[in-house]
């Protein structure tokens, strides 16, 4: 407080002085003056008067007709304080807003105070400023003024129709800032109501098309967005009164300027071809060619321009989607394959079905009334796709893996719309695909495989042939693999028929008699022929039933790849009829008389007619054998495929999961009158127990992993605990209110460092105590914030804390400490799904115990490392700080200290540490003892770095890892 | 005199040895100085002589631009300087002064060591020739004189290749040289700036009337027969031109190499030019292509990981491999010895440059199916291998000429290096498509050109603060003839009228000292020292 005042007395000085002698001389002490005055008023806990002070001496300096110079300082306080003290800013509002009534002059000051205005979202309707300044200020000789204004045009009260033309005005100006603003104050226009008119939209549209070929390339690009935009809406218009050319006139338009040398501009204009809502098919088939096709050059369209007829010629749209794909800026080839694909998203959607769920119906609607048929455009469609696919293939080839993905993202969208026709000639490229060395890739031409639609036997034969010799190549992409396999064989159950009866040779056993089941590759031909005889009942019959013989041992192998589609114990209940009837399995006489034993002894209550119902009737859905069906189910593609029966099993096993672990903390909870009574070892045979069932859980527990890491730390803690207590405590009894698990924790810190306190000779009695104090502070605070009472031990304890901070050091108050530990219980901690659990591995690349780190004895070495922080935390900045220690043999413990700023690095956080020089002076240094120390952070931007309540550390797998909690700062729950 | 006045000298209607000399505001520029290969009389040069004022090129020419380090277009270049005697400033960009010695000194060794001919230059000429040269960088403004103001632009095609902008007053052209307007794998697109009144552009148009497709149809077609090869065990010569193609092809095998994880078949670059021009590639990263640069922080795309050197015992040993190898057209050198070893393999394949000179055995592959090529008196050369003719070219095609002066739209547009018919085609389409008047002159034409002059005037300081604000009284009038637009609610006309151009007000005046003078109405009659008078 004193120091406040101070500090703005000597400001205050200074503000006044400087204004009223003008003594340039004191500049540097008046900027300083400035900034701390900013200071105190940005600062929340700086006193009302003080605040009020202030704003009483800018006001004054404001209102005074000298020094102009130095108003924009003023204001840009004046405007601090009106966004930091919501109760002042009214004043402030009010002043500035009659200082700029006062100053009806067009400089920059103007502005500047209309900025501060205008910033502020309340005063916007409370102030009017009226058309007469807008006007004097667009007039402004100063450029920034003319370009802020138009800028901000829609705060002023001036009627759009003037708005418009003022804007339509200054894209005539010399400076191109300003031309860009008064483009953009047009885009913002569009949505108006009273601009709405035709002559307006014209001359709008036809100001941006001239501009098109403006100098400065950020204008041009700007003019873009506004025949973009204005064009579709005159476009529109036209096509109300049946003139359906505005569209490709707009989009003719567009093309035009795609070949502009400008990086800016080729973005935004390939940005702006993606949101044309309509174009039509011939168009649209010749931005795939260079070359200008027959349908094009006979074509005439008039463009939109009203003020001279010009002709588009439809040839500027010839190979726009080819030169885009070729661009060398990866940033506009992202956004031609986004447009791309958006385009051919919405011309496949011309399907009558789709049309009406379609946002542009209105548009599509009017389209297809023009005398075009619905099968015409399916024609049409399956044209584009088919040129569109042969570039898209192309693109396969691209040097950037992004560009690729991407490109088989939207062939997979074609396969889904059953419009993915691959022909020969591409296969070579596709196929390509599935041995590239980005995992990623192959995952993604695996999705399209499983969809694709294969033409004739060598088409069949190179992609199964591919795949198994993928197999070879990839062995870690078997799972995925058999499933391709089996989706294929399964579509083209003939082909795979044939395809398995030349292969049979292989599978059969050698001339030695060896059989080679070990290998993938029979497996997966035994996956095929599995898929084969599902996919008709009559290729049953032509399988051999050995085949399915050989296929059971395989069962484990396979099944799992074949999760989505059939169970384990379905399979196995298939193959072992298969292969144990010599009749094929005729659905009637089979399902009655005999019931097929399973795996585990009970009976599934399934034929094998239904096997092959449930089977094919979702292989019929991926097949894409009936449209309309297979439309309804395009977008849940994956859950109607996945065995009704499998999901609720999933969730109720995480039930379980979740209620075993509640289980097991009730349990640890009841432990506690037991060590009271001091049966230590009945207690760590019970913990033990519970530890043994968390592992259990462990095993088979995919849900919440944060509640199952966070339930092993606690046993741990406790299970120490026990330990430590066994060498005080004599008990009692006692309970508490606190549910928070906070509150639990940190009850069982104090406890610790209670325990440490009472033995003198374990630990050190200051630190301890500091951190006792702290913890204690913390819990009150978290007690306050919830109205829940301190629990007895915590009192008691806190009278402990006054008493150690202000009595001498002299007493250790051991009794005391035993009467704390007896006034301690521990309760059940209560799971309420906040925790989550944050994992970060230490990696020293490069370093095994073959390979050690190569280091000269006495001389600095360097250590590279990788922290991997998993779950990551929300995208704030994390300040990662750590130390290590290093153990070398023959010396004494190093420790180094470490901080790292964020990387982020896909969903986990990678901090690579550049690197750690260290000092060696013995012979050997051994990282595999090395044990980091991590404390993660987070700083944003206005909060100071929080600490961390608790963390643990445990050594796995020959990486350390640290595990830790991390609370929310001084209050709040586990997150 | 106002205009341009352009004389070819080479590459008029005809490709190679590219030569204009243009005169513009009085000053005379001779761009490139190439020769043409297929000479070997004094054809082979431009005709100098004719430029005017022969005697003293020096006086004559008051610079010379080169725009990149092909033979046609600075072959003759020491040979002009040194031998005729030219000593003004030449200019050209830095990578084209580093690779051009290796050009000229290559081509003089062809010339003199093997083939035994006259020697038309020096190796010491090559060295004084390029003394004289000052680099320039791209988007730098080079003053000349006062007056002369040229500024290089990237043109693709090569490293280091540049269209040049060359300004004299008002008039003002662009010579373009060789460009491509599409990226390559190791090369960006041409680019440009938008220039207002362009009076003249100067373009090749070696692919005059082809359109060509996407280059990844032409990449897809090249792996796909490259890798088929190697998958069955055969051996891949491809002979190619040590600078450019090497680099694109090299980039585009080691990382599909890279991708399809084919570590076992080793890529080889014969030892030689090869060698030392990826050097120099390593070296330019900043003339290449927007992705090469962008991945340099992580990894020199010249470093080619699959790529190793090649020794002679290698020729014949197992097992599938790819191999680059000089000259381009298998006209003699290494491609030659191996094409005798690997020929006779019906696995192997031998991939064909796009162009190859008559007489050379890889136009003889080219032309047919050669079963049995003599390669010389005694040998003769059973040819079973696959053969597949490479379609990369690094010019650009018609549509991307088409593109440039679109985007340039000049006043004026010359087509030199090309074919005669199919020039004259394109001409005709830049005539009707984009009404710009164009010429194809064949070698010696001479071409006039009208620019408008424009006189010079002076302004008073009033004058100028007008023209650059905007114009109250027109603004004034448009805003009420929307506000009439709004009362009425109809009607488009009042808002057309914002078409008209801010014009500037101004009266312009003509003293004694017959510099004409524009003052803004207010200052007139200070100007005219006239007092006002009451009426």
């Known amino acids: 407080m004193e120091t406040e005042k101070s500090i703005w007395k000597k400001c205050e000085n200074e503000l006044t002085t400087y204004y009223t002698t003008e003594n340039k001389s004191s500049q540097g002490h008046y900027l300083k003056a400035l900034a701390c005055t900013r200071s105190l008023i940005v600062n929340h806990s700086t006193s009302n008067e003080t605040i009020i002070h202030i704003l009483k001496i800018l006001l004054q300096i404001l209102n005074s007709t000298q020094h102009h110079f130095h108003h924009h300082h003023v204001l840009k306080l004046l405007h601090e304080l009106a966004l930091h003290h919501d109760v002042l800013s009214n004043v402030v509002l009010d002043n500035v807003y009659s200082y700029v009534l006062a100053h009806k002059d ?128 005159l476009a529109a218009l036209d096509s109300e009164v049946g003139n359906a050319e505005g569209f490709d006139a707009v989009f003719i338009q567009l093309c035009a300027i795609v070949r502009d040398m400008s990086v800016e501009v080729r973005t935004t204009a390939f940005g702006a071809l993606g949101e044309m809502k309509l174009v039509s098919e011939d168009i649209l088939l010749q931005t795939l060619s260079k070359k200008v096709i027959g349908v094009t050059k006979k074509r005439k369209i008039s463009g939109l321009v009203t003020s001279k007829v010009v002709d588009l010629p439809p040839s500027n749209a010839a190979g726009v989607f080819v030169h885009g794909l070729e661009d060398e800026f990866h940033e506009v080839t992202f956004y031609c394959v986004f447009t791309f694909s958006v385009q051919s998203v919405k011309w496949y959607s011309c399907n009558l079905s789709v049309l009406l769920r379609c946002p542009y119906c209105l548009v599509l609607k009017v389209r297809t009334s023009a005398s075009i048929s619905l099968g015409k455009l399916t024609v049409f469609s399956g044209k584009f796709s088919e040129n569109a696919l042969s570039l898209l293939m192309d693109m396969l080839n691209d040097d950037m893996m992004s560009v690729q993905l991407q490109c088989l993202e939207i062939m997979y969208g074609m396969a889904t719309s059953d419009r993915l026709k691959v022909q020969q000639t591409h296969m070579h490229l596709f196929l390509g695909t599935l041995v590239d060395s980005c995992s990623l890739i192959r995952c993604a031409t695996r999705k399209i495989l499983r969809l694709m639609k294969l033409t004739g036997v060598d088409m069949f034969k190179s992609v199964t042939n591919d795949l198994l010799t993928n197999l070879e190549s990839y062995p870690e992409d078997e799972v995925e693999i058999f499933n391709v396999l089996f989706y294929i064989g399964r579509s ?130 991926i097949c894409g054998t009936s449209g309309s069906q297979y439309q309804d189910n395009l977008l849940d593609l994956k859950h109607t495929i996945l065995v009704p029966e499998y999901q609720p099993k999933l969730n109720s096993n995480q039930k379980e999961a979740t209620s075993a672990i509640v289980f097991v903390l009730r349990t640890v909870a009841a432990t506690w009158p037991l060590i009271k009574s001091g049966s230590i070892d009945e207690i760590q045979r019970t913990l033990r127990s519970c530890k043994d069932e968390l592992v259990t859980i462990s095993v088979e527990f995919n849900g919440s992993v944060g509640f199952l890491a966070f339930a092993c730390q606690y046993l741990r803690v406790i299970k120490m605990l026990v330990k430590v207590c066994n060498h005080f405590l004599p008990p009692g009894k006692k309970s508490m209110v606190a549910e928070l698990e906070e509150l639990h924790i940190l009850e069982i810190i104090l406890l610790n460092c209670v325990l440490r306190l009472s033995k003198p000779e374990i630990c050190c009695r200051r630190t301890t105590l500091k951190k006792l104090c702290a913890t204690m502070s913390n819990l009150e605070l978290l007690c306050e914030k919830g109205f829940i009472k301190l629990s007895d031990f915590a009192r008691e304890l806190k009278s402990f804390c006054q008493e150690e901070s202000s009595g001498d050091d002299v007493s250790y108050g051991s009794i005391h ?43 600095p070495t360097a250590v590279t490392f990788q922290i991997t922080l998993h779950n990551g935390l929300p995208k704030e900045n994390l300040h990662i700080q750590g130390c290590m220690e290093w153990i070398v043999i023959g010396a004494p413990l190093f420790r180094f200290v470490f901080s790292e700023y964020e990387k982020e690095y896909g969903n986990r956080h990678l901090y690579s540490g550049e690197k750690i020089f260290l000092r060696l002076i013995q012979n050997l240094l051994i990282l595999k003892d090395l044990e980091p120390n991590f404390q993660v952070r987070r700083s944003s931007s206005r909060k100071e770095p929080e600490a961390v309540p608790s963390r643990h550390l445990y050594r796995g797998g020959g990486r350390w890892m640290a595990l830790f909690f991390v609370g929310r700062g001084s209050g709040g729950d586990f997150e | 005199m106002a205009g341009i006045e352009c004389l070819v000298l080479g590459a008029g209607q005809e490709v190679g040895k590219s030569c204009v000399i243009v005169t513009i505001g009085g000053k005379r520029i001779m761009f490139d100085c190439g020769m043409h290969m297929g000479y070997l009389d004094e054809r082979r040069y431009p005709d100098f002589s004719r430029i005017p004022n022969a005697t003293d090129f020096t006086k004559s020419i008051t610079c010379i631009i080169i725009t990149h380090f092909h033979l046609d277009h600075i072959g003759a270049l020491p040979y002009f300087t040194e031998v005729c005697g030219y000593d003004g400033p030449i200019y050209m960009t830095y990578p084209t002064k580093a690779l051009a010695p290796l050009m000229l000194e290559d081509y003089r060794k062809v010339m003199v060591d093997r083939r035994g001919e006259e020697e038309q230059f020096s190796s010491q000429n090559i060295v004084d020739c390029l003394k004289k040269v000052t680099a320039v960088d791209l988007r730098q403004t080079v003053k000349v004189d006062d007056e002369l103001e040229i500024r290089g632009y990237y043109a693709g095609h090569v490293i280091g290749a540049a269209m040049f902008y060359a300004k004299v007053k008002d008039s003002a052209l662009v010579y373009t040289g060789d460009y491509n307007m599409t990226p390559d794998r190791h090369l960006g697109a041409a680019s440009i700036d938008k220039f207002l009144h362009l009076d003249l552009v100067i373009s090749e148009s070696t692919y005059a009337t082809t359109v060509r497709e996407s280059k990844y149809a032409r990449e897809r077609e090249f792996l796909k027969v490259v890798h088929q090869c190697v998958a069955n065990g055969g051996k891949v010569l491809i002979p190619t031109f040590a600078l450019g193609r090497a680099q694109e092809l090299c980039i585009l095998l080691d990382d599909y190499w890279e991708r399809m994880n084919l570590n076992n078949i080793p890529i080889y670059f014969s030892a030689g030019l090869t060698l030392q021009a990826n050097m120099y590639y390593k070296m330019l990263i900043g003339w290449t292509s927007q992705k090469v640069k962008d991945s340099y922080a992580t990894r020199n795309a010249f470093d080619f990981k699959h790529v190793c050197s090649f020794e002679r015992s290698m020729l014949n040993d197992r097992g599938p491999c790819v191999l680059f190898a000089t000259p381009g057209m298998i006209s003699g050198g290494f491609s030659l010895e191996v094409f005798k070893q690997w020929a006779p393999s019906e696995i192997n394949l031998i991939t064909l440059p796009g162009y190859c000179v008559a007489g050379t055995v890889g136009h003889k592959l080219m032309s047919g199916k050669a079963t049995k090529i003599q390669v010389d008196k005694e040998t003769q050369v059973d040819v079973r291998c696959k053969i597949h003719q490479l379609s990369f070219s690094p010019h650009t095609d018609s549509k991307g000429i088409m593109d440039l002066v679109k985007f340039l739209s000049p006043k004026n547009v010359i087509l030199v290096h090309g074919e005669k018919p199919k020039m004259a085609k394109l001409k005709g389409k830049i005539e009707s498509e984009l009404g710009i008047k164009c010429y194809d002159p064949a070698n010696n034409d001479v071409v006039h050109i009208t620019s408008p002059h424009y006189v010079k005037i002076d302004a008073t300081k009033a004058f100028i603060e007008n023209c650059i604000n905007p114009n109250a009284k027109s603004f004034d009038s448009k805003v009420e003839g929307t506000s009439d637009l709004s009362s009425k609610g109809t009607g488009s006309s009042p808002v057309k009228e914002t078409y008209d151009k801010r014009v500037a007000e101004g009266i312009l005046v003509m003293d004694k000292t017959k510099r004409p003078k524009a003052v803004h109405q207010d200052e007139l009659l200070s100007v005219l020292q006239v007092k006002r008078t009451q009426t």
Request: proline share 5%; hydrophobic share 40%.
């Open chain 1, 817 to 859: 400490l035993e009467r704390l530990l007896e006034l301690f219980s521990l309760k059940q901690f209560v799971y309420s799904e906040k925790i989550k659990h944050i994992k970060a591995d230490l990696d020293v690349p490069g370093n095994d115990s073959e390979n050690p780190l190569p280091f000269i004895s006495g001389l």
């Open chain 1, 492 to 621: 083209h159950g003939k082909l795979a028929l044939n395809f398995v009866m030349e292969v049979l040779q292989e599978i059969e056993p050698s001339s030695e008699g060896d059989l080679c089941f070990d290998k993938s590759r029979v497996a997966a031909i035994l996956v095929l022929a599995i898929a084969a005889s599902l996919s008709h009942e009559q290729h049953t019959k032509t399988i051999p039933i050995r085949i399915f013989t050989y296929a059971v041992p395989f069962l484990g192998r396979i099944s799992p790849s074949l999760r989505d589609v059939i169970s384990q114990d379905t399979l196995f209940a298939y193959l072992s009829h298969c292969s144990r009837s010599a009749h094929p399995p005729i659905a009637e006489t089979f399902g009655q008389e005999e019931q097929i034993p399973s795996v585990d002894g009970h009976i599934p209550n399934q034929s094998i007619k239904d096997i092959i119902d449930q089977v094919s009737s979702s292989s019929q859905i």
């Open chain 1, 106 to 233: 067009t400089s920059r000051l103007t502005t500047k105070a209309l900025g501060v205005l205008v910033e502020d979202a309340k005063s916007s309707s409370s102030y009017e400023l009226g058309e007469d300044l807008f006007r004097s200020l667009c007039l402004s000789p100063s450029v920034s003024v003319r370009s802020w204004v138009l800028g901000n045009a829609r705060r002023f009260c001036v009627s759009p129709g003037i708005l418009v033309s003022v804007m339509l005005v200054c894209t005539n100006d010399p400076f191109p800032n300003v031309r860009r603003a008064a483009l953009e104050g047009l885009i913002g226009l569009r949505e108006l109501e009273d601009v709405r008119k035709r002559g307006v939209i014209e001359s709008c549209y036809d100001r941006a098309v001239e501009l098109l070929l403006d100098n400065n390339e950020y204008v041009r690009s700007v003019a873009v967005r506004v025949v973009c935009e204005w064009g579709q809406i």
